[in-house]
């Protein structure tokens, strides 16, 4: 039975920087494309970030993020991080971490293993 768990959330202030973890077991982790989605309240889940399974094949950033945002993964601790920096207001949202036995997509219903989410605030 595979097990997502994201942790590091919290409350910031703008400018200040988060690092989410999230550590996936019951699956053979390299061989998962693992994701980063966020939902803030009223909108609809969208892909933060993916990184592609065995070493990290292929990274990808929603085009807003990029440069603030950087995405890893640490196949030998099942774990893949997530440090966003600068963070805004707007970045506000439960984060969640998604795993996919497949190439990286943008589309939350091609992931099948989710996480329960942890959620940032950033205060102004």
């Known amino acids: 039975q595979v097990q997502v768990v994201e942790s590091g959330g919290g409350l910031v202030q703008a400018g200040e920087s988060l690092r989410l973890s999230c550590t996936a077991s019951?699956?053979?982790?390299?061989?998962?494309?693992m994701a980063w989605f966020r939902q803030a309240p009223g909108k609809e889940r969208e892909r933060v970030s993916c990184i592609g399974r065995d070493r990290g094949r292929g990274t990808f950033y929603r085009d807003s993020l990029e440069g603030r945002f950087t995405i890893s993964r640490d196949n030998a601790k099942n774990t893949v991080y997530l440090q966003m920096n600068s963070l805004r207001p707007e970045d506000t949202a439960m984060y969640y971490c998604a795993a996919r036995r497949d190439l990286c997509s943008r589309t939350p219903l091609d992931y099948v293993d989710w996480g329960q989410g942890t959620q940032v605030t950033v205060s102004s």
């Open positions: 019951g699956l053979t982790f390299g061989d998962y494309a």
